[in-house]
């Protein structure tokens, strides 16, 4: 895994922190900590951009990013689970995996 995979996975863990952190800040000091967070996840989705494509980062980060934060509602904060929830992040998933493979084939010189 070259580092530039290394920086999309901090982005999407950090990701997950600061959608934490909107849940559970109660004073001044874990909003300087949310900025904080946010400003270094930022710097990680910019460097990984700079070694891979911009549209598959970013899918990666949100799609990532929705069903971790989806999955973190359910069993953090106590919200529903069901069969529409399960489906649609498996949608996100197939479509961010999706993105990935057709970025490699393009690398590799077999895009149409």
Known sequence: MNKSWFYVMM???FELLWVYGFNVAESWWHWTIII???LVDFQFLAKACENLPTGTVYAIFAGLGTVGTALMDVF???GSFNLGKIFFMGVLLVGVIGLKLADNKEE???AS
């Open 11 to 13: 982005t999407c863990l």
């Open 36 to 38: 904080v967070i946010i």
């Open 76 to 78: 953090l904060f106590g």
């Open 108 to 110: 590799k010189g077999v």
